[in-house]
């Protein structure tokens, strides 16, 4: 048993002196990695409670092996603490036992956890604690530079468009010759010989050869004003040609349905014969026909407002560069005044151009400042006799007339009073007439030219040739100056039909003298027509709305032939209840009784100014009778009161009367309408001859 107690006291002393070795390892791994506790926390944590686990791990051994070896306690205490006496000398910190039991293998349930073998696997990994990053380390992120500026986009390739006249522009502008072009041999159209558009091709055609002979111009030159282009010229020539031999050879006969373009090609290969290139000799200095420009270009209106602001403000600060910036601006004034009345490509209308057409001795421009800037003129009392003249020539038909004028000149005077006396004592002050300045006759010409190109583009009556477009009212007869299409739907009496002129016109008093020839046969056509089918028919003409430029037009309605001899007096009723009760102008105007007095076809054309606003009915072909509007606010809007007297005649529904329709393509009514017109059309003399 004492062999046994002393084993044992001697596996307790090694089992010590292991742990006391261990433990001053790890209190010298401690001291040398000191500095890493001060910078990172969270290993130092790590650790601690690794070194934790292991300590509660040897003290659960300690205790199992106090348990089991209780009579070997007190030996081991004493073992114990002279081991520690000897640890404070110092002397056995690098010293090895000479012990030769210490060379024996330890048993697996008394090794450490540093040197189990369960375990020996695990230590080989590093912990997380130095796997991880470290804090002081910086990630570099490149973002980039907001202010860059984009890279330039490329500048996108011009186009010519398919509906350019002159196609071959970019070719030219490329610097191709005439040979060199690629000119297609067949043309790419959009209609066919012999469609709804055809009569107004040859009718166009026909008008070309017409103006040539009367003006003795080359056909070319009226082509190429009518057309815009010789190759539309041609193939219009060719249509003419396709539709004559159809109508020799009869149904039967199977030609081309589109132009080929032949008389074209034909044309070019002429041209390039009858005239060579020239060619200028080397060396020869051709002179420039354009006149040199100035270097220094004219201000426009903003820019020289700025700098009459700067000016102003330099004054105002008494800046030492004032009177350097007052004579800039001196010479911008004047040449900027300069550029103002130099000629520039400005469409005008007829009235502005007759304005502004040659010297106007009426009028004087202001020379001052403030006159220079604005172009302000002011009217000159020098006047002669042949001023005078001149001016009534051109300022006459134009809409007011002197009575607007008045109304502006006693609009500007704010002491005016309605008083003979007032008018005696300012008679000078009230005759000066008002002369509109070169800007505002411009900015006039321009707001005219916009309105009425949108009037012109959203015309269902026009013929539009920059497309090739017929109108969209359905067409029943063309003639040369007029034309023929029906009523827009619904219809107050069935069958009705409009007559209207080809050009765009305000009114029908603005028509010439051929257009009236036309206009007058087509009354004449219609009237037989319907009193074959036992009715009697109302023409009428809507003006009361000059501003809204409306296509002049003739209406025609069918109505009862009993009906016929009261329809003046539903019109009379109508005429006198609709506008103001006192007015400038007479309430009826009986253009039929002056035509029975003498003045015949000409009574309504001489009877009403073109200028004024009215309406008008002809119960007759000569005349009628016909209102002026003087205010337009009271007046039925559209159409409206001619269906409603007319709807009153007929007993049409109220909804019928108060519902205005639109043309549209494709009307079905068409087919009916010329099988009874065929027998009175007198348009067919003209496709014949």
């Known amino acids: 048993m004492d062999g046994l107690d002393e084993f044992e006291k001697t596996l307790a002393a090694e089992k010590a002196e292991r742990e006391r070795a261990e433990r001053h390892e790890e209190e010298k791994r401690h001291r040398k990695h ?66 030769p039991k210490e060379d024996l293998p330890i048993p697996d349930e008394e090794r450490p956890p540093s040197q ?27 973002r980039p530079d907001k202010n860059k500026s984009p890279p330039p986009k490329p500048e996108p390739k011009r186009v010519v468009s398919k509906r350019e006249i002159n196609n071959h522009i970019q070719d030219i502008n490329e610097g191709k010759s005439l040979d060199e072009l690629d000119i297609p041999s067949q043309p790419t159209v959009d209609y066919t010989f012999g469609d709804a558009g055809s009569s107004w091709r040859m009718t166009k055609l026909k008008a070309v050869y017409t103006a040539a002979e009367e003006s003795g111009r080359p056909v070319e030159e009226v082509a190429m004003e009518r ?16 539709m004559e031999r ?22 070019i290969k002429n041209e390039r014969k009858n005239s060579p290139p020239p060619e200028p000799e080397q060396g020869t200095i051709v002179p420039d026909a354009h006149p040199q420009t100035t270097t220094t270009p004219a201000m426009d209106q903003t820019s020289l407002n700025r700098l009459r602001a700067q000016m102003m403000k ?20 004047a040449m900027f005044s300069t ?35 604005r172009g302000n003129v002011e009217e000159n009392t020098e006047m002669t006799i042949d001023d005078m003249v001149r001016e009534e020539r051109r300022t006459k038909g134009q809409a007011g007339g002197e009575g607007l004028r008045l109304a502006e000149r006693i609009a500007k005077d704010g002491k005016f009073d309605n008083d003979l006396d007032y008018m005696d004592e300012n008679a000078e002050k009230l005759a000066k007439r008002i002369h509109k300045s070169d800007i505002n006759l411009k900015n006039m010409a321009v707001s005219e030219f916009q309105k009425m190109s949108r009037a012109l583009d959203n015309c269902p009556l026009c013929h539009h040739e920059d497309k090739n477009q017929p109108p969209i009212a359905p067409v029943i007869a ?48 219609l009237t037989r027509m319907y009193h074959e089918q036992g009715r009697e028919v109302i023409f009428y003409e809507n003006a009361a709305q000059p501003h809204r430029r409306m296509h002049a037009a003739m209406i025609a309605v069918p109505i009862p032939y009993e009906e016929g001899a009261m329809a003046p007096a539903y019109f009379k009723e109508a005429f006198l209840s609709s506008d103001e009760e006192w007015s400038q ?91 009874g017109w065929r027998k009175f059309d007198w348009t067919r003399m003209l496709a014949e001859g």
Request: hydrophobic share 25%; with cysteine.
């Open 116 to 142: 189990d073998t369960v375990d020996r696997s695990k230590s080989t990994l590093r912990d997380a604690w130095m796997t991880a990053p470290s804090s002081i380390e910086i990630d570099y992120i490149h």
């Open 478 to 525: 063309l003639g040369t100056r007029a034309f023929l299409t029906l009523a827009t739907e619904p219809e107050i009496s069935p069958g009705g039909a409009v007559i209207a002129p080809l050009a765009h016109r305000s009114n029908l008093l603005e028509c010439d003298d051929d257009e009236w020839e036309e206009l007058r046969n087509f009354m004449k056509s």
């Open 34 to 99: 000191r500095h890493h506790h001060r910078h990172d926390s969270e290993r130092d944590g790590e650790r601690d409670k690794d070194r934790h686990r292991h300590r509660h791990h040897r003290r659960h051994d300690d205790d199992e092996d106090g348990h089991r070896h209780k009579r070997s306690r007190h030996s081991r205490d004493d073992d114990n603490d002279g081991h520690r006496s000897r640890h404070r000398h110092g002397d056995d910190r690098y010293r090895k036992t000479k012990d």
């Open 585 to 675: 102008h007479r309430k009826i105007i009986d253009t039929g009784a002056k035509a029975r007095d003498g003045m015949g076809r000409s009574a309504f054309r001489r009877s009403i100014a073109k200028e004024m606003p009215y309406f008008h009915v002809w119960f007759t072909l000569d005349g009628g009778l016909g209102h002026v509007v003087e205010d337009a606010g009271r007046w039925p809007k559209g159409d409206l009161f001619a269906r409603e007297v007319l709807g009153g005649i007929v007993d049409a529904e109220p909804h019928i009367i108060k519902k205005q329709g639109k043309w549209m393509r494709g009307d079905p009514r068409v087919e009916g309408f010329k099988k």
């Open 314 to 333: 330099a004054k105002l600060r008494r800046a030492p560069n004032a009177a350097q910036l007052e004579e800039e601006y001196n010479k911008a004034a």
């Open 246 to 267: 159809r109508r020799i050879y009869g149904k039967d006969y199977k030609g081309h349905d589109k132009p080929t373009g032949d008389l074209y090609r034909e044309r």
């Open 339 to 373: 550029a103002q009345s130099n000629p520039e490509a400005v469409v005008l209308s007829v009235m502005d151009n007759r304005q502004l057409a040659g010297t106007r001795n009426e009028a004087k421009a202001i020379t001052n400042k403030r006159g220079r800037e």
């Open 227 to 242: 057309f815009g282009d010789l190759r539309h010229f041609d193939d219009a020539r060719e249509e003419k040609e396709e």
